[in-house]
Nanobody, 121 residues
Framework: QVQLVESGGGLVQPGGSLRLSCIASGSFSSINVMGWYRQAPGKQRELVATITGSGTPNYADSVKGRFTISRDNAKNTVYLQMNSLKPEDTAVYFC???????????????WGQGTQVTVSS
């Protein structure tokens, strides 16, 4: 199994920046797509950004130009640099990873526990 641990959330003023990190650990043979999702109170979980194993990013329209996703495959870590934060970015941010178990050809999905990001003055 894969365990994902997020860090870096907190309270920030509008226009500020935060950097989220997510480290994957456990028993797996490989990790493919990693990504960030968020869920605001009373709303469904939504995609923020994903990145493939080769480094190709994909962003939700609402964060394009403000957020940057990156990864360090050697450290099994994915990052989300969030700039020009807005109050509507307030949510719990969840890390996600698609991984393959040893001796398996199937892909599985793992989720972290989430980290709170609050944008408020």
């Amino acid at each position: 199994q894969v365990q994902l641990v997020e860090s870096g959330g907190g309270l920030v003023q509008p226009g500020g920046s935060l950097r989220l990190s997510c480290i994957a650990s456990g028993s797996f043979s490989s990790i493919n797509v990693m990504g960030w999702y968020r869920q605001a109170p009373g709303k469904q979980r939504e995609l923020v950004a994903t990145i493939t194993g080769s480094g190709t990013p994909n962003y939700a329209d609402s964060v394009k130009g403000r957020f940057t996703i990156s990864r360090d495959n050697a450290k099994n870590t994915v990052y989300l640099q969030m700039n020009s934060l807005k109050p509507e970015d307030t949510a719990v941010y969840f890390c996600n990873a698609d991984f393959r178990r040893y001796y398996s050809v199937s892909w599985y999905s793992a989720w972290g526990q989430g980290t709170q990001v609050t944008v408020s003055s």
